[in-house]
């Protein structure tokens, strides 16, 4: 059996991840693939601490335990639910990956390369895609529905500056997000088509 193909799809709070996401997995169903939407803090033990413990809380905890925890869930989720998917052949579309921990824990003052290290248990992605929409956009979104420690403006600006380099980087590809949402579908099934050859 071929294994299967993991793709992560990254962006700022707010700026259509899992609308997006639903959308590719929908997409690939229609077309006849096998594939599972997932995301990240995941469903399991760690994620759902994280949820509660450290999105949910006035003020951010230490960065580095942050990072430790988020490396702990991605790690127990790819082990427990991802690895398990490729292994039969799916498609796996997660909501967040890796990426995240870069930019959002890089951002509170983190070496990349630290972080990295402790994420080395879980492989790169098929394919990672950035959705890109303006940092005003994002805090329009965000303004009076704040649900993490994450989404202050301040926080964010500096995210989109690490996922900015990722992207200069090669490490994602660029989807223009301040569009219709069916203009930014097409143009993310058109990628996922073209570089996974599927």
């Avoid at 951010?60 to 990072?67: P, T």
């Avoid at 983190?110 to 402790?118: A, F, P, S, T, Y």
């Avoid at 890109?132 to 529905?145: F, M, S």
């Avoid at 926080?155 to 990722?166: N, R, T």
Wanted: charged share 30%; glycine share 8%.
């Amino acid at each position: 059996m071929e294994k299967g193909k993991l793709i992560c799809i990254e962006g700022l709070d707010k700026s259509g991840k899992t609308t997006q996401s639903h959308l590719l997995v929908e997409a690939l169903r229609s077309l006849g693939f096998d594939a599972v939407y997932t995301t990240e803090p995941s469903g399991g033990e760690i994620g759902r601490f994280i949820e509660r413990y450290v999105l949910r809380r006035r003020r951010r905890i230490s960065a580095s335990i942050e990072a430790l925890l988020f490396a702990a869930d991605r790690i127990d989720h790819f082990e427990r639910e991802i690895k398990p998917m490729l292994e039969k052949g799916k498609i796996v579309v997660s909501d967040r990956y890796v990426y995240s921990s870069f930019a959002y824990q890089g951002a509170a003052g983190l070496d990349i390369e630290w972080i990295k290290e402790v994420n080395r248990m879980v492989p790169a992605p098929d394919l990672a895609i950035y959705i890109d929409v303006p940092l005003e956009v994002v805090i329009e979104r965000c303004r009076g529905k704040r649900r993490s420690v994450m989404e202050f403006p301040d926080i964010q600006a500096k995210v989109q500056e690490i996922y900015m380099h990722l992207v200069r980087e090669g490490k994602l590809i660029p989807v223009n997000g301040n569009r219709p949402i069916n203009e930014v579908s097409k143009d993310i099934r058109r990628i996922v088509f073209e570089r996974l050859g599927i």
